[in-house]
């Protein structure tokens, strides 16, 4: 499926598959929409040739025959280099030789934790409300902070450099369980 848009009055096609991305003329992008319409067509792209694609774009359409011939040629040419309608394939999404995550596969590469819902500043125009963000000020317990960087690890797939950021009202009230956590 390949998808055809416009921004600031440039066109573009997007091919779904290949996440491939194109600028093209106005004229591109309407044929691109007719092959689309054309079952027959959008189903097997290798049959794109003048006849059939012109046939069916000429019937609403004035445009010189020349013209539609040469974006044509230029659509045949991108959909035999697989950038264009190109075919689902079922091998994984591959970024510096490691496939990308599927869905479901939860791959988690970093944990903000709120380690301290507190403050010993008190700050009067805290956006966290002086640490406690309008709620009970609290510690979270080291139990509960190791257990969530296991589930980090648990989900993070063959990722080799994990983030953890300790977030709160002011994390260092609660030092003793990031020590903890951290070891």
């Known amino acids: 499926m390949v998808h055809c848009f416009s921004v600031l009055g440039e066109h573009f096609a997007l091919d779904v598959e290949s996440g491939s991305i194109h600028a093209i003329d106005a004229l591109a992008a309407e044929l691109i929409d007719s092959i689309n319409a054309n079952v027959e067509i ?7 040739n ?19 011939n040469e974006a044509l040629s230029e659509i045949k040419t991108l959909v035999n280099k697989g950038l264009l309608f190109s075919q689902k394939s079922d091998a994984p ?4 030789g490691v496939p990308l995550p599927q869905p479901g596969d939860q791959i988690i590469k970093a944990l903000c ?5 507190s403050c010993n500043l008190n700050c009067g125009y805290c956006f966290a409300g002086q640490g406690a963000y ?18 980090l690890i648990d989900h993070s797939g063959k990722r080799r450099n994990l983030e953890i950021d300790f977030f709160g009202g ?6 003793e369980t990031v020590k903890q956590m951290v070891s």
């Open 93 to 96: 999404l591959l970024r510096h």
């Open 42 to 48: 959008a189903k097997d792209p290798n049959k794109i």
């Open 134 to 151: 309008g709620g009970e000020a609290g510690l979270m317990g080291a139990k509960t902070g190791i257990k969530a960087i296991d589930f």
């Open 170 to 175: 002011e994390p260092l009230l609660n030092f």
């Open 113 to 117: 934790i709120h380690i301290s819902h």
């Open 50 to 68: 003048g006849l059939e694609a012109c046939y069916f774009y000429s019937q609403a359409k004035e445009t010189p025959m020349g013209e539609i």
